[in-house]
């Protein structure tokens, strides 16, 4: 196990995220998509997403079992940095998104590993959304336009707008009580 958090404090962790992010935009509806329609070529968030990005997977790189491979670890870590700095250099279109793909992807880490070998089966409600999260992932890294299209559309009638973020709203309540009371 990489990261030694409970799965209760991962539960509690990620819904009060959800409950903040979908909350502000029940909350204060107009700046909010604003800010989210605005969010795939946003450079300077992108920068900062793709900062914390690089600085996790090379603190990944620097302290997981590399095995047979831990004599090359300085050169994954350089390798982890000088991709974080390439990518900011080179691939500037929709960095934001593709920047939060890659927290997706080891924010799912995270969770599951929370959830390793754990019986009870409320623990899957965690687990389908780190695999959500991961699919959610690899797709905003290989494909960033489909998000603005997913925000365009989710955006376009405000009942559907409203539907989607009261439902993550929700499953942030869902989250943060599993994790207070069960977990």
């Not at 819904?15 to 329609?37: A, K």
């Not at 390439?86 to 929370?114: K, N, Q």
């Not at 899957?124 to 336009?145: D, T």
Request: one cysteine or more; aromatic letters at 14%; proline letters at 3%.
């Amino acid at each position: 196990m990489i990261y030694s958090f409970t799965l209760a404090q991962v539960s509690v962790w990620v819904g009060l995220g959800l409950i903040l992010s979908h909350g502000w935009w029940l909350f204060d509806q107009r700046q909010s998509v604003q800010w989210i329609r605005a969010f795939p070529r946003n450079d300077a968030l992108g920068g900062v997403l793709l900062a914390i990005a690089t600085g996790w997977s090379a603190w990944l790189a620097g302290s997981i079992n590399l095995m047979e491979y831990t004599r090359f670890r300085p050169l994954f870590i350089l390798g982890v940095v000088g991709l974080g700095v390439t990518s900011w250099l080179y691939v500037r279109e929709f960095i934001a998104v593709r920047s939060l793909g890659i927290l997706f992807l080891l924010g799912g880490d995270v969770l599951l590993d929370a959830a390793f070998l754990r019986n009870d089966p409320a623990r899957l409600l965690v687990v389908s959304y780190a695999y959500l999260i991961i699919v959610e992932g690899m797709v905003m890294v290989g494909a960033p336009y489909l998000l603005r299209d997913a925000i365009h559309w989710g955006l376009s009638s405000p009942v559907r707008g409203k539907c989607l973020l009261g439902l993550g709203f929700l499953f942030g309540l869902l989250l943060l009580a599993l994790g207070l009371f069960v977990y």
